[in-house]
């Protein structure tokens, strides 16, 4: 649980699953603020999960995220907990449709 931790770091290992520059990242995450996601991504880069790489080319400056092989590792973990997700919440979904109509 060490790697995978916490409210956010198993969303952004799965928006990671294909390389992303910072900006997109935080465009498929809105819903983490920008030092959040800056903070879980140093820990995930601390941990081994993700590299980063700067192109210092020309300006503007951009940074690349994608996992580290040791991180895709956890990719079929990360794709079960999805689709756990997914399942679970559609059960939810007529669960709660139930108990409104009574």
């Not at 060490?2 to 969303?11: E, L, M, N, P, R």
């Not at 928006?15 to 983490?32: A, D, G, Q, S, T």
């Not at 590299?51 to 690349?64: E, F, Q, Y």
């Amino acid at each position: 649980m060490k790697y995978i931790g916490g409210k956010w770091k198993a969303v952004i290992l799965i928006h990671l699953i294909e390389k992303k520059r910072y900006n997109e990242l935080r465009k498929e995450c809105p819903m983490i603020t920008e030092r959040t996601l800056s903070l879980q991504l140093k820990e995930l880069e601390a941990d081994g999960l993700v590299t980063r790489t700067v192109h210092t080319d020309k300006a503007p400056l951009k940074v690349d995220y994608e996992l580290t092989e040791f991180g895709r590792t956890l990719i079929p973990l990360l794709e079960s907990i999805a689709r756990w997700g997914r399942e679970t919440a559609s059960r939810t979904e007529g669960i709660q449709q139930v108990i409104e109509s009574k």
